[in-house]
């Protein structure tokens, strides 16, 4: 029994049990670390694995360290339920499969980690001022580049991750977004303090 809870507490601390290396977080790759990264953006094709890439992230962060507020943003708050929360691939379907104990609200679209005191909390970029106020530790911005109210709502979220975790973990965020030509997407891409990863739908092909 004390044999099957280990292997139960190593499942839920792995980074991502299946990831290809541009999966991964820019600390925890097998080359081309980053351990210092602050912003992450996947801005790849859709079925590459965006959303599982930030449920995996959010749940390993939150199961890993007690008491680690993150935050869950999309363009609306069905999406934000829907896929980044109950999707396939969302927090979820990698809390069962990772057996973590955790209680889910629904209605507010909020996650607590019953083990590490830990919390998910979703948000919708159609009400831009819900964030603010909001500090979080880290956050996880999905499908950013369809976002209506863009730019307030990302500085609204950004002035709320600013938390460094007790154990040093500096506040980071996490942007996963599908492709699109406007000022705010070149922006990002320009920006060199960012780790960007590209990518198509092909290189998800075996899944």
Not at 5 to 31: H, I, K
């Amino acid at each position: 029994m004390e044999d099957l809870d280990r292997l139960v507490a190593e499942l839920a601390l792995m980074p991502f049990p299946d990831a290809r290396p541009e999966q991964l977080p820019p600390d925890e790759r097998p080359y081309d670390q980053v351990p210092d990264w602050r912003l992450w953006a996947i801005i790849t094709g859709r079925g590459f694995g965006k959303s599982r890439c930030g449920a995996e992230w959010v749940v390993q962060q939150c199961a890993s360290r007690r008491g680690l507020r993150a935050g869950v943003c999309a363009q609306s708050f069905d999406a934000m339920r829907g896929v980044c929360l109950e999707g396939e691939s969302g927090v979820l379907a990698v809390l069962d499969r990772r057996k973590i104990r955790h209680k889910y609200n629904r209605a507010l679209g909020k996650v607590d980690f019953v083990s590490s005191g830990s919390e998910i909390r979703g948000f919708s970029a159609e009400a831009p001022n819900k964030p603010r106020g909001y500090q979080t530790h880290i956050f996880w911005m999905d499908e950013w580049a369809a976002w209506e109210n863009l730019d307030e709502a990302t500085s609204n979220i950004n002035l709320g991750v600013r938390l460094t975790h007790i154990d040093g973990l500096p506040a980071r965020r996490l942007i996963t977004t599908t492709p699109r030509p406007i000022f705010q997407v070149r922006q990002l891409l320009a920006n060199p303090k960012a780790v960007i990863v590209r990518g198509s739908t092909l290189d998800n092909r075996a899944n």
